[in-house]
């Protein structure tokens, strides 16, 4: 539940507050939304397998958007940034919706 | 397509599992799961209260209100009930209150991409190289616009020439037109010059006299000649009549006017030279009188006729 309150808080600060992000950073923030809403998804299904851990989640989550936003700016190093990204999205959107139809077996059964 | 989440908990408290969580289904999540959590725990729970040691695990382990809760109602765990039990009596533990900043971050993120991606245009959040790509863009599209700008205005300049040309064109035609019109009768002339009479009370002058007249006249520079109300040109021919001359089949009546456009300092003297034009005449018993003029006007005209044979042998 507080969880839950953490993400709306999150979002009504971010659209109420508007901060200014670096623009060093601005490119990856979007490959790093996405990671992030991969990792919740996996830890929501970890939760309805009864195998959530928090230490686990709390790594995969920095880790997801770690790793994504390195990919993407070793590929705008190497000049494949657009490739690369779409390639990252591509991959956490196929993992979202695996979690997703996990998640939708538990919650519905079917 | 397994999750980092899924294998990793299951992994660490159950290896002896091993490919388990990758490839299992998750339809009857309670049976397995519930020992990996008991066991995650570090206790070695026995079975028989598994299920009730399962109960409060995937959101906060150790809550015994939460385990009190679920032992009261003492149903199966599955998924939904899990959710449920971790959705409604918000518990205060280390695990959500890090959840809930992760995901505060999470909200936070999303929102200013939102923000960025729908306040400002797209370039705001494009890459460098898109940038690069549209500049490139940008610049093909201003070079091709630059290049037919160029086109048009040297059509419109060639345009403007022409007409310009075409103007002076219809002037000089004009102009043209206006100094055959001169040579040709067709119009009307004025001018300084003089003016010739001829008064041939004994009829003796006849029609070669008067064309001996007209040549002197034309050698000396007339420009327009007129007598009486014939217009002279090239063409104009003299005939002998019975008491009288003809010039281009009009009779002409005593005497004989001539209105003769030119440098009048040129044309007295050329009639007036001792043998000339005027010497024969009064030999002739004609009375001559020859005035210089500032102003002659030149107003028989002679219509123009279209050459039925004749035509033009070149451009």
Redesign the interface.
Known sequence: ???????????????VV??V?PTVV??Y??I??VA????????L??????????K???V??L??VVVAALIVFLG?KL?V??QLSTGVVVVLG??IF??AA??R???F?A | MATDETPEPEQKPEPQQGRGPADRRPMPPESRPAPAAASAEGTDSPKPDDTQQNAGKPADAGVPAAEAEDKASGTPQNGRQRLAASLWPPRLTRAQLIVALLLFILGLGLAIQVRSTSDSSALRGARQEDLVRILDELDNRSQRLTEEQRRLEGQKTELENSSDQAEEARKQTVEKEQQLGVLAGTVAAQGPGITLTIDDATHSVEADKLLDTVQELRAAGAEAIQVNDVRVVANTYLSDVSGGVQIDGKRVAQPYRFKVIGKPEDLEPALNIPGGVVQTLEKEQAKVSVTRQRKIIVDALREAKRPDYARLSSR
């Open positions: 539940m507080i969880a839950v309150l953490g993400l709306i808080v999150g979002v009504v600060v971010g659209l508007r901060p992000v601005e490119p923030l979007p790093a939304v992030a809403l991969d990792a919740v998804f996996g830890g299904r970890a939760m309805l397998d009864g195998i959530f851990d928090d686990v989640f709390v995969s989550f880790s997801n705008d000049g940034g657009a196929i993992r695996s979690n996990a998640i077996r538990h919650v059964r």
